[in-house]
Antibody
Framework: QVHLVESGGGVVQPGKSLRLSCAASGFTFSAYGMHWVRQAPGKGLDWVAA????????NYGDSVKGRFIVSRDNVKNILYLQMNSLRAEDTGRYFC???????????WGQGTLVIVSA | VMTQSPISLPVTPGEPASISCRSN???????????LDWYVQRPGQSPQLVISMGSDRASGVPDRFSGSGSDTDFTLKISRVEVEDVGVYYCMQGLYAPRTFGQGTTVEIK
């Protein structure tokens, strides 16, 4: 059974950094691309970043490009999101999701909440 | 840019429902597949895949859900809405980087 568990969220001041983790289990993590999607309070879904199964390719949303870095550890089965120069508008729940062979996001974690506030 | 309509959809249980999603660029790859997914976020839950590649129901999704369309115009239909179908439905394109979601359509019971 596919299981994705995010952690690392919390309250952080603007300009600071935070690293999110997504622990994966129940599938061969190293065979799947992975994504981060966020949701500001009361708002819709906002795609953040993706990394290929072999770490060779990364993509970022325009609003986070140059500030966020997605990475993964295929030995520990963990996906990461390093968030730097955080802004108030980065506040929201961050979900990790697995990308299936059709490129759809077929399994999602429960999310971790990030609040950027002074 | 992904544009959904309507933004809010009140429905009566047992009646059909339809949501539209339009892209400003073609979502049909040269391989013939349309890279358009539908997701639902039920109250208090994480998003869940409903339809992939425009028309393929995800595992475990009831057959009252169907997806259709091609190129720039896509539709999600629920043949007979049930109470458990309430939530916000999003379309998402997977052909171009960065991926983009529609603004969401809230399905609620009348």
């Amino acid at each position: 059974q596919v299981h994705l568990v995010e952690s690392g969220g919390g309250v952080v001041q603007p300009g600071k950094s935070l690293r999110l983790s997504c622990a994966a289990s129940g599938f061969t993590f190293s065979a799947y691309g992975m994504h981060w999607v966020r949701q500001a309070p009361g708002k819709g879904l906002d795609w953040v970043a993706a990394i290929s199964y072999d770490e060779r390719n990364e993509n970022y949303g325009d609003s986070v490009k140059g500030r966020f870095i997605v990475s993964r550890d295929n030995v520990k089965n963990i996906l990461y999101l390093q968030m730097n120069s955080l802004r108030a508008e980065d506040t929201g729940r961050y979900f990790c999701a697995r990308m299936d062979t059709t490129t759809s996001l077929d399994h999602w974690g429960q999310g971790t909440l990030v609040i950027v506030s002074a | 840019v992904m544009t959904q309509s309507p933004i809010s959809l009140p429905v009566t249980p047992g009646e059909p429902a339809s949501i539209s999603c339009r892209s400003n660029k073609s979502l049909q790859h040269t391989n013939g597949f349309n890279y358009l997914d539908w997701y639902v976020q039920r109250p208090g839950q994480s998003p869940q895949l409903v339809i992939s590649m425009g028309s393929d129901r995800a595992s475990g999704v009831p057959d009252r859900f169907s997806g259709s369309g091609s190129d720039t115009d896509f539709t999600l239909k629920i043949s007979r809405v049930e109470v458990e179908d309430v939530g916000v439905y999003y379309c998402m394109q997977g052909l171009y980087a960065p991926r983009t979601f529609g603004q969401g359509t809230t399905v609620e019971i009348k």
